[in-house]
């Protein structure tokens, strides 16, 4: 026999999917008043959500007859029609958030709309009214969530501690308050308050509300358009990184997502910049019509569908690669000022103690650990502060705002430049003047007023690797045949990982052929490598491929492979250099796309400015 669900037992099991935790209730409450256009919303939790959960704004309320049927399932405001599905532009739209909630705990909803005289109270337990009736109301919305899961248990005892709790709401607020700048926010937790994020921010002053100044400084303004999308946000310089995703977030027409093409992109985008496992920081709002993208795809709205992801794809690492490009060229100029391009408010003085987003550098008085490049990163910058009678000019003065000096903060190996953007980075390294090799590992070059000190294996290293590159994408790598073919010995594991890839490692120009046994013959090398030592480097990519048995990731597994190649065939550090060897490294550095960085994300050259210098000397 089939009978249809009572509503209650339909509340029940949508509540299952839509109510997970204290998180879930905080998400679509919050996104209900968002919706109802509130700028103000204040949050309280008790116990991490277990206890109470009490959402405040200052929206536009609800009558006496909306304040009662928004309990009714499926009761929305928002879309009457299967057609405005299409065209959603509410974060909610299921009319399935405060019956599923009035069905799993003890609810008290408040409301009055501005106009009225009266406020409406309602209190719903576990999906039965207890109460309906006129009360004074502050104009707004004031919803009240007692004891979730009291009615079951089983789900109870799967939430964690209330500090964990804490934690997945504070994700929620964070998401929320990114995507509504304008909105202000503030939570409490067991009536002690935590965030105070003042409404009518701007973007950046909001992250820098929720994340700090520290980061906000080392960021860089996106704002990029195509035919139907729109992307804007912040991103990090390629020296601001972190140890996990968490500094990801990506909203797509304000509604946090978790995506796998954006990710993607940001991965991408970075990819050689960036040392291995760390990852760069991006906030992202991708616009684009509602109809290019499908967000009914899942009960908690986080993950969405778009029409085209390959253009998605397409425009977003464009866009990225494009704005950090010009930020790099612009943070790496030479002093001449090009007062055109900068904005006055970016001149302006600013006394060393406001510390509002200055940069931290250790002082002067400490000790200079010579710079690690594997844990080079904008906040361990190992270089001395400039003393504070240094005209604060220098770095750029923050403040918060969307214009795009913050663009120009600088960030080592940058942070001793002058800060102006030049139209192009071309033919930068050939104007320098080349002094000399110091150990055979390091270039010194004089650029205009500055010291530049290259790392000429990191650099020789970037300049192979976007040549590899590009010979890769355009019409193939160009090889050498080994008058000698290389003999290899392979293990069992290696022969496997190795075959696998065979016709892949041909056309990255390593031709490789079975001999017989376990026994392999290199026949053919890209040409650039023509003097690395070929045997190592293919035990070095077989180690690789070992590696990466994991990944599915073909692109990610052969950029390795590149990076590897590059690395061999780069000159090393304790290799002497011929005066004319240094000119061709400068004049190819030009050609590169990022000459900041070598693949491995270490930086290719410090400077330091002949202000630098007096200072240090006491000249000055
Ligand atoms: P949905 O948000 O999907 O429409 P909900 O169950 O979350 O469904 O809410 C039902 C309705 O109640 C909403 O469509 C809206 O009209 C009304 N509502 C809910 N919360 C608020 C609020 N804070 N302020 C004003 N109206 C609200
Ligand atoms: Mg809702």
């Known amino acids: 026999m089939i009978t249809i669900l009572p509503d209650e037992v339909a509340n029940h099991i949508a509540a299952g999917e839509v109510i997970e935790r204290p998180a879930s209730v905080v998400k679509e409450l919050v996104e209900n008043s968002l919706d109802a256009a509130a700028n103000q919303i204040d949050i309280e939790i008790g116990m991490g959500g277990k206890a109470y959960i009490r959402i405040i704004d200052n929206g536009h309320g609800m009558s006496p007859e909306d304040a009662r049927i928004a309990f009714e399932r499926h009761a929305t405001s928002k879309i009457t029609s299967t057609a405005d599905l299409a065209s959603i532009e509410t974060l909610g739209f299921r009319g399935e958030a405060l019956p599923s909630i009035a ?26 009214v207890i109460h309906v009736g006129e009360s004074g109301a502050a104009p707004g919305t004031f919803i009240e969530v007692n004891d979730l ?50 409404a009518k921010s701007d973007l950046l002053q909001r992250i820098a509300g929720l994340f700090g100044r520290d980061l906000a400084r080392d960021l860089i303004e996106v704002h990029e358009r195509a035919a139907d999308f729109e ?34 992109a940001i991965l991408q985008t970075y990819d050689t910049l960036i040392a291995k496992r760390r990852y760069a920081v991006a906030l992202l709002f991708l616009s684009l019509p509602p109809e290019l993208v499908d967000v009914n795809v899942h009960p908690t709205k986080m993950e969405i569908r778009f029409v085209n992801s390959q253009s998605i794809h397409h425009f977003i690492t ?78 750029p003065p923050q403040r918060f705002s969307r214009t795009p000096e913050i663009a120009k903060v600088p960030s080592f190996p940058t942070s001793h430049l002058h800060i102006q953007p030049l139209p192009s980075n071309r033919g930068r390294f050939a104007t320098m003047k080349p002094i000399g090799q110091f150990r055979e590992t390091y270039i010194l070059v004089q650029d205009g007023d500055d010291l530049c000190i290259i790392d000429q294996h990191a650099a020789h290293e970037r300049i192979y690797y976007e040549k590899l590159k590009q010979q890769f994408s355009q019409s193939g790598i160009d090889i050498q045949q080994l008058l000698f073919p290389v003999s290899l010995e392979l293990s069992h594991r290696e022969q496997v990982a190795l075959e696998e890839y065979l016709p892949q490692l041909n056309t990255y120009g390593l031709e490789i052929e079975h001999f017989g046994g376990t026994t392999y013959l290199l026949k053919a090398v890209p040409a650039l490598l023509a003097k690395a030592d070929h045997k190592k480097l293919l035990y070095d990519i077989i180690d690789r491929l070992i590696e990466t048995e994991e990944t599915t990731d073909l692109d990610h597994i052969f950029d390795a492979v590149l990076i590897l190649m590059a690395c061999h065939g780069a000159i090393r550090a304790h290799q002497p250099l011929q005066q004319s060897q240094i000119l061709a490294l400068l004049q190819q550095m030009d050609a590169t796309e990022y000459p900041y960085t070598c693949p491995h994300g270490r930086p290719t050259f410090i400077k330091l400015s002949e202000r630098d210098l007096e200072k240090t000397f006491g000249r000055a």
């Open 149 to 198: 899961f009291y009615k079951t248990p089983a789900r109870l005892k799967f939430l964690k501690s209330p500090a964990t709790e804490v934690g997945y709401i504070n994700a929620v607020i964070t998401d929320e308050a990114l995507a509504h700048a304008d909105v202000g926010f503030s939570t409490k937790h067991n009536g002690r308050e935590q965030l105070h994020l003042p």
């Open 318 to 395: 464009s866009s990225l690669r494009k704005t950090l490009g010009s930020a790099l060229n612009a943070s790496v100029t030479t002093s001449a000022p090009s007062s055109a391009q900068q904005e006055p408010s970016s001149q302006s003085v600013q006394p060393p103690s406001s510390s509002l987003l200055q940069p931290k550098f250790p002082t002067l008085s400490s000790p200079i650990p010579p710079p690690s490049p594997e844990s080079f990163s904008a906040s361990d910058t190992q270089w001395p502060e400039s003393p504070p009678d240094m005209p604060s000019g220098r770095f």
């Open 231 to 264: 992307l804007r946000g912040f991103i990090g310089l390629p020296t601001c990184h972190r140890a996990n995703r968490n500094y990801q977030k990506v909203f797509i027409n304000q509604r946090p997502v978790k995506d796998k093409t954006i990710s993607h």
């Open 103 to 128: 069905s799993v705990a003890k609810v008290k909803l408040l409301t009055r709309p501005a106009d009225a005289v009266a406020g409406t109270r309602i209190d719903i337990h576990g999906g039965n």
